[in-house]
């Protein structure tokens, strides 16, 4: 199969252009600007957010991945949950609609609720609900924590480590995970393309490791050859206050929404196994594999 992906220069794009060539797929990916392809797949030079600079790319192409998501807005650079979680769905499924290609899946999150407190998994919810409404041949992907080489949530754990033995926990930290590897992500990917069975179904993927915040900052030093950090614990209602004031200056490390992400935790009951069959990676030697080589 030729398949259009968006999002596909990202950290798990990248796992799954290796997963999809390796299965013998070609893959046509969409991007900023020629220059920052990599491999040889094709390439598509666009906006997702404006349809006629890219749905030309889709012609010849047998199904559409969009793996487009923001974890934080900013919104005077145009870089919005709504423009991309929303519009950047709404503008794929008229371009594949158009281009006669029927199959499509999406990568959402853990989470996504029309009702939930953050305007991230709101919009994840309303992207899938177009996805559901279209007349495509679809198939949702909600993962958890995703985690591998070049992720941005371990190895910023990892960097704060080396520089002190020393992790501020906001609240209680006994808040859980479930990361999946980026590799398990590409995978089912890989094999929902393959499966006529996965049509019009949904998955929340996750690994096999459920374990406190606490405890993955734990696991987090021991694979980086280190004690167990100071973690000194900061009141939750203080920090409700604090963040959505310093959440304005761009490198400060966390949002309103992301607390609230990890407070509401990310685990799923795996069943997911039962379909693809075979059990991810996990987390203890998989984090291990490359912080230890940074």
């Not at 794009?13 to 094709?42: D, I, N």
């Not at 006994?174 to 929902?192: E, G, K, N, T, W």
Request: aromatic share 8%; net charge positive.
């Amino acid at each position: 199969m030729k398949i259009f992906i968006a999002g596909g220069t990202g950290f798990v794009g990248g796992h799954l252009v290796r997963e999809l060539q390796k299965g013998g797929h070609s893959v046509r990916l969409l991007v900023h600007s020629r220059s920052t392809l990599r491999g040889e797949a094709e390439q598509v030079a666009g906006d997702i957010t404006r349809p006629e600079t890219f749905e030309q790319g889709f012609k010849g192409c047998d199904a559409v991945i969009n793996l487009v998501g923001i974890i934080r807005e900013f919104p005077s650079k145009g870089v919005t949950f709504e423009r991309l979680h929303v519009q950047a769905t709404a503008n794929l499924l008229a371009a594949a609609a158009g281009n006669g290609i029927s199959r499509y899946l999406q990568m959402s999150a853990l989470g996504a609720r029309p009702a939930a407190v953050t305007a991230y998994h709101r919009t994840k919810w309303r992207a899938e609900e177009l996805v559901r409404g279209s007349a495509l041949e679809w198939t949702i992907f909600r993962p958890s924590l995703v985690f591998g080489p070049h992720d941005a949530f371990i190895n910023m754990l990892a960097a704060q480590l080396r520089r002190a033995p020393i992790m501020p926990v906001i609240g209680s930290g006994s808040y859980r995970l479930q990361p999946i590897h980026a590799d398990d992500v590409a995978r089912c990917f890989r094999l929902a393309l393959e499966m006529p069975g996965t049509i019009g179904r949904t998955y929340e993927l996750c690994g096999t490791d459920r374990l406190s915040y606490e405890a993955l900052l734990d696991m987090t030093a021991a694979a980086l050859g280190r004690s167990r950090p100071f973690k000194p614990h900061l009141p939750l209602g203080l920090m409700k206050l604090i963040i959505p004031i310093m959440q304005k200056i761009p490198q400060f490390p966390i949002t309103t929404d992301q607390l609230q992400l990890l407070l509401e935790e990310s685990i799923c009951d795996g069943t997911w196994q039962k379909v693809f069959g075979f059990e991810p990676r996990g987390l203890q030697d998989g984090i291990a594999e490359y912080l230890h080589k940074t």
